[in-house]
């Protein structure tokens, strides 16, 4: 079945560096963008980046833009996400989502996620 | 940068119907999609492009989308509805995906 499914959190100090995983089966990876949504202790939902099917445009929230990089390896079916110059707002249950829309320029719903890997900055 | 508001909670006894509005600046003219979150677990998309369930989503939930305002409304509530409920647009004019505030369905 469609699956994704997140590794690499957990916790480091202010100023350090994490990078996530997301590993994607039962759907052509190759074939469609993929999101990063965080969610704080108690909040909201806060969209951090997305990456498009072939890795040829990446967008950012502008709370993250510059500190965090996102890519994937569609050989390993893999969304990944460099955390650097971590802050203590950057706790947060991180979730990978994939796109609905295939082959898409621009992207649309989230329609599968992950069950998310939590990232706890403190010293 | 583009804001989306929804009221911080909804409260609706079992067989009603309940409304969640999401409001935004002339929203009507972008795609609006809605996710379900119950406590701990993962969000769930519940309705896209305004109005379209994905399968497996009951048809009490609709979503309607006009002006400023785009609603998600949940027909004959059940307590399994009790949960957060999410908008989400993209917004083409900073490249970013927006959410919503949150609204929490409680079930009386």
């Known amino acids: 079945q469609v699956q994704l499914v997140e590794s690499g959190g957990g916790v480091v100090q202010p100023g350090g560096s994490l990078r996530l995983s997301c590993a994607a089966s039962g759907f052509t990876f190759s074939s469609y963008g993929m999101h990063w949504v965080r969610q704080a202790p108690g909040k909201g939902l806060e969209w951090v980046a997305f990456?498009?099917?072939?890795?040829?445009?990446?967008y950012y929230a502008d709370s993250v833009k510059g500190r965090f990089t996102i890519s994937r390896d569609n050989s390993k079916n893999t969304l990944y996400l460099q955390m650097n110059s971590l802050r203590a707002e950057d706790t947060a249950v991180y979730y990978c989502a994939k796109d609905e829309v295939v082959v898409a320029a621009i992207p649309g719903a989230f329609d599968i996620w992950g069950q998310g890997t939590m990232v706890t900055v403190s010293s | 940068s583009y804001v989306l508001t929804q009221p911080p909670s909804v409260s609706v006894a079992p067989g009603k119907t309940a409304r969640i509005t999401c409001g935004g600046n002339n929203i009507g003219s972008k795609s609006v999609h809605w996710y379900q979150q119950k406590p701990g677990q993962a969000p769930v998309l519940v309705i896209y492009?305004?109005?379209d369930r994905p399968s497996g989503i009951p048809e009490r939930f609709s979503g309607s989308n006009s002006g400023n305002t785009a609603t998600l409304t949940i027909s004959r509530v059940e307590a399994g509805d009790e949960a957060d409920y999410y908008c989400?647009?993209?917004?083409?004019?900073?490249?970013?995906?927006?959410f919503g505030t949150g609204t929490k369905v409680t079930v009386l």
């Open positions: 492009y305004d109005s």
């Open positions: 990456i498009r099917y072939d890795g040829s445009n990446k």
């Open positions: 989400q647009v993209w917004d083409s004019s900073s490249d970013h995906q927006v």
